[in-house]
């Protein structure tokens, strides 16, 4: 007698599934910063327990002659994929090509600037108890890049201006020696 019937069996894929990618969204979109460590240990036995099922259905298969499950196959397949392009989505992997990557370091913080060939910019903000993401469009004017509604400083706040001077992006009127960009090769 099988360990698990098939509908069973079916049931626990399905709700693993949604499970995993119920965590890993909440992973890529900060959801709870401070339980990330649970959510990601969670996610990892949820994925390895999903693929101890699959390869189990596979060893199965191979000794009985009975169809792949077609319709929790199906869903897990879609589920991935749709967990896949939201993730690729937020990490800006549909903006295009990188046309330039920063990053400013201060004493607890840093901040990761990258600028897509389209206009649009990512700034990836972490600190010692999370991280948050700010995206929005860029547009150039000579050394200056002109942010458009740049939510960093609030949503209240004017057009922001970075400056370039060779491999540094300045801030306006701050402390150049320590508030700055450096320029890294994308």
């Given at each position: 007698m099988p360990l698990l019937t098939a509908?069973?069996?079916?049931?626990?894929?399905?709700?693993?599934?949604?499970?995993a990618t119920g965590l890993l969204l909440m992973l890529t979109f900060d959801v709870a910063a401070a339980y990330q460590?649970?959510?990601?240990?969670?996610?990892?036995?949820?994925?390895?327990?999903?693929?101890?099922?699959?390869?189990?259905?596979?060893?199965?298969s191979f000794?009985?002659?009975?169809?792949?499950?077609?319709?929790?196959?199906?869903?897990?397949l879609g589920l991935a994929l749709l967990t896949g392009l939201c993730y690729g989505w937020y990490h800006g992997a549909f903006y295009g090509r990188q046309v330039l990557s920063g990053v400013f370091i201060d004493d607890f913080s840093r901040l990761d600037l990258v600028l897509y060939e389209d206009g649009h910019y990512?700034?990836?903000?972490?600190?010692?108890?999370?991280?948050?993401?700010?995206?929005?469009?860029y547009t150039r004017s000579g050394d200056s890049l002109i942010f458009d509604n740049y939510s960093f400083t609030g949503p209240k706040a004017p057009n922001h201006v970075l400056t370039r001077r060779g491999?540094?992006?300045y801030f306006p009127s701050a402390d150049?020696?320590?508030?700055?960009?450096?320029?890294?090769?994308p």
């Open positions: 509908r069973r069996e079916r049931n626990l894929v399905l709700l693993l599934t949604v499970a460590v649970l959510f990601a240990g969670s996610f990892v036995l949820i994925a390895l327990a999903l693929l101890g099922l699959s390869l189990w259905r596979l060893a199965l000794t009985e002659h009975r169809p792949f499950p077609t319709r929790p196959l199906t869903a897990v990512l700034i990836e903000e972490g600190w010692i108890l999370g991280s948050e993401r700010f995206a929005g469009r491999s540094r992006l150049t020696s320590f508030y700055h960009f450096q320029i890294q090769q």
